[in-house]
């Protein structure tokens, strides 16, 4: 019932921009934390950059300056604006929404979407 729709992966030039979205359905999405993580081959998942239901935002050290995430919670969707995009950045790309609530903790996951830097 709870479901989220990764797009906008693809393939890009070294230097060129991506953006990422995130659109979730059968939740209220506004109360949620969005994350993006990443993860790839023979690599282990690592966490890019966050979003707070607050509105605060965190990212990783290899994608500060060069990534930046976001919201619209009147379109239930979550964003990940990618610049500079380098080899590196190469990767299959999850969202993630997190709640915590007296009871119980929610925590859904995107399909993934690859990301692939190249010339």
């Known amino acids: 019932q709870v479901q989220l729709v990764e797009s906008g992966g693809g393939l890009v030039q070294p230097g060129g921009s991506l953006r990422l979205s995130c659109t979730a359905s059968g939740i209220i999405f506004s109360m949620y934390s969005m994350g993006w993580y990443r993860q790839a081959p023979g690599k282990q998942r690592e966490l890019a950059a966050i979003?707070?239901?607050?509105?605060?935002?965190m990212y990783a050290d290899s994608v500060t300056g060069r990534f930046t995430i976001s919201r619209d919670n009147a379109k239930n969707t979550g964003y990940l604006q990618m610049n500079s995009l380098k080899s590196e950045d190469t990767a299959v790309y999850y969202c993630?929404?997190?709640?915590?609530?007296?009871?119980?903790?929610?925590?859904?996951w995107g399909q993934g979407t690859q990301v692939t830097v190249a010339s």
């Open positions: 993630n929404l997190v709640r915590v609530d007296p009871l119980v903790r929610h925590n859904y």
């Open positions: 979003i707070t239901s607050g509105g605060r935002t």
